[in-house]
């Protein structure tokens, strides 16, 4: 199994729709979790957050499930400006090291108007 | 606050030739890191630091070396470049934690080409 997984993609939604991404990771011992977002020919960068108790902000939602390992991110109506690339983000613990990320590859989602 | 800066932007390097990546952060991090992003592989770690004089090895470490002589600054060395590590290059950094790992900020990459 790979550290992290994400749905494959791409999705293309129409303007005002909700969209959905699923991630699972490998290691039960991974403790952060984060969405980033990268636009095109751009750097990543950090949409928010997951926490325990699942978390929100504004159009987006975040929830994790520690028992099947398992994050996702819902988008509700969506905006043009979401097109982008959602990376789902896990902590790598090995060998008592808490110090890097894991990247998953990425879901591409299209906006349409 | 520049942030994270990357130099330089875009670079052409024949097969065998040497060239170094310049990292800079301003925001007092501890932690840094290089990443490599290849179509369809994702972001991939090649080395990083937890601190002023200390690297480690990432996911990808083979062919590149790095140092971190000073806090601010993070630098990827490729000695003998090779057509396989054309790539986009990403460095990152991010402050210490003794819980939770904290975000990483991003630099706007290199983008390098090996012909």
């Known amino acids: 199994r790979k550290e992290v997984e994400q749905d494959p993609g791409p999705f293309n939604v129409p303007e005002g729709a909700t969209v959905a991404f699923n991630c699972t990771y490998s290691?039960?011992?991974?403790?952060?979790f984060f969405w980033y977002r990268q636009d095109c020919r751009k750097e990543p960068k950090l949409l928010m957050s997951?926490?325990?108790s699942g978390n929100e902000d504004g159009r987006f939602t975040a929830q994790l499930n520690r028992a099947s390992q398992y994050i996702s991110l819902l988008i509700r109506d969506s905006k043009l400006s979401d097109s982008a690339t959602y990376l789902c983000?896990?902590?790598?613990?090995?060998?008592?090291?808490?110090?890097?990320?894991?990247f998953g590859k990425g879901t591409l989602l299209t906006v349409n108007p | 606050n520049a942030g994270v800066t990357q130099t330089p932007k875009f670079r052409v390097l024949k097969t065998g030739q040497s060239m170094t990546l310049l990292c800079a952060q301003d925001?007092?991090?501890?932690?840094m890191y290089w990443y490599r992003q290849d179509p369809g592989m994702g972001l991939r770690l090649i080395h990083y630091?937890?601190?002023?004089?200390?690297?480690a090895k990432g996911e990808v470490p083979d062919g590149y070396n790095v140092s971190r002589l000073k806090k601010q600054n993070f630098l990827l060395g490729l000695e003998s470049a090779a057509p396989s590590q054309t790539s986009v290059y990403f460095c990152?950094?991010?402050?210490?934690?003794?819980?939770?790992?904290?975000?990483?900020?991003f630099g706007p990459g290199t983008r390098l080409t090996v012909t």
């Open positions: 983000v896990v902590n790598s613990v090995s060998g008592g090291s808490n110090y890097k990320l894991t």
């Open positions: 997951v926490y325990s």
């Open positions: 290691n039960s011992a991974s403790q952060s």
């Open positions: 990152a950094s991010s402050y210490s934690s003794d819980g939770h790992l904290p975000e990483q900020y």
């Open positions: 630091s937890v601190g002023e004089g200390t690297t």
């Open positions: 925001m007092n991090h501890e932690y």
